[in-house]
């Protein structure tokens, strides 16, 4: 039996309610730093206010790559970048929650730019 373009479509669609419906949770991002010193371009590479690509070398998330990972539907800076919190996942035009650590609270976020 063979399935049409119309039949593959809605294969597709089913499969994506699927996922959507049972267990897929918007991300979750949890900002760690008020900072506001590395610049994320369209694919989530980050890079500082010369230009010049940067490496995290220890876990950070500021304002600027939650929105941007929020924006963008992935991490944003690598491994030890902004990245969805355990259990929940970046779903296309789907409400990703940002937060502040605790520590934070209350802070001022300047961005500059």
Known sequence: MRIGSGGRRTAVAACV?????FGASAADLLVDTLADD?????????????????????PKCTFRMAVAASNLDLAVG???GCV??????F???????????????????????
């Not at 309610?17 to 419906?21: F, H, K, T």
């Not at 969805?84 to 996942?89: H, M």
């Open 17 to 21: 309610w699927a996922a959507l419906a």
């Open 38 to 58: 590395v610049f994320p371009d369209e694919t989530g590479a980050l890079f500082d206010a010369a230009g010049n690509p940067v490496v995290l070398a220890a």
């Open 78 to 80: 690598g491994a030890n």
């Open 84 to 89: 969805a919190q355990p259990s929940t996942s």
């Open 91 to 113: 779903v296309p035009g789907g409400g990703d929650r940002i937060s502040f650590a605790a520590p934070l609270s209350g802070g001022v976020v300047n961005l500059n730019n």
